[in-house]
C-alpha cells in the first residue's frame, strides 16, 4: 500500500534522542530484540529502530529493519499513549522469519503496557 510507511513525525531521528532514551527510558527484552521505552511528550508514540554492524551485512539489518516497521505499522494501536519507543534487533534476530519477529514484539509491547 502507497504511503502507509511512517512519517518523520512518528519516527525517532536524533541521536540525542535515542541517547536520552537509553539513559532515562526503562526496557525489555527477549532472545531476538530490546525494547526501550519511556513517555514523551507528544500526542503520538514514536518508534527508533536499531541494527548494528555486528548484526550482519546491509541486506540483513535492512530487512529486519523492514519487519520491525511493518510490525509498528499493523500494531500501531497496541501501543497506545505517548512513547518513544526504540527497538534494538540482537543477532539472534537475523534468521528469525517474520511471524516469529511480529510475535516476539508482541510480547514485549505487552511487558511494556504492564509496566506502566
Known amino acids: 500500500m502507497i504511503g502507509s510507511g511512517l512519517?518523520?513525525?512518528?519516527?525517532?531521528?536524533?541521536?540525542?534522542?535515542?541517547?536520552?532514551l537509553s539513559r532515562k527510558g526503562r526496557s525489555v527484552s527477549d532472545r531476538?530484540?530490546?525494547v526501550a521505552f519511556r513517555p514523551n511528550s507528544l500526542d503520538r508514540p514514536r518508534l527508533g529502530i536499531t541494527v548494528t554492524k555486528k548484526t550482519g551485512n546491509a541486506?540483513?539489518?535492512?530487512?529486519i529493519k523492514r519487519v520491525v516497521r511493518e510490525f509498528y505499522r499493523l500494531?500501531?494501536?497496541r501501543i497506545?499513549?505517548?512513547?518513544?519507543i526504540n527497538v534494538i534487533a540482537k543477532?539472534?534476530?537475523?534468521g528469525v522469519p517474520s511471524v516469529r519477529a511480529?510475535?516476539?514484539?508482541c510480547a514485549l509491547v505487552d511487558?511494556?503496557?504492564g509496566v506502566t
Do not use: C, P
Not at 59 to 63: A, D, E, K, S, T
Not at 102 to 105: A, D, F, T, Y
Open 59 to 63: 541486506v540483513i539489518r535492512n530487512r
Open 7 to 20: 512519517k518523520k513525525t512518528d519516527k525517532l531521528l536524533k541521536r540525542s534522542e535515542f541517547v536520552a
Open 75 to 77: 500494531n500501531r494501536q
Open 80 to 84: 497506545n499513549g505517548q512513547w518513544d
Open 111 to 113: 511487558q511494556i503496557r
Open 32 to 34: 531476538y530484540f530490546i
Open 91 to 94: 543477532k539472534a534476530a537475523v
Open 102 to 105: 511480529h510475535e516476539s514484539l
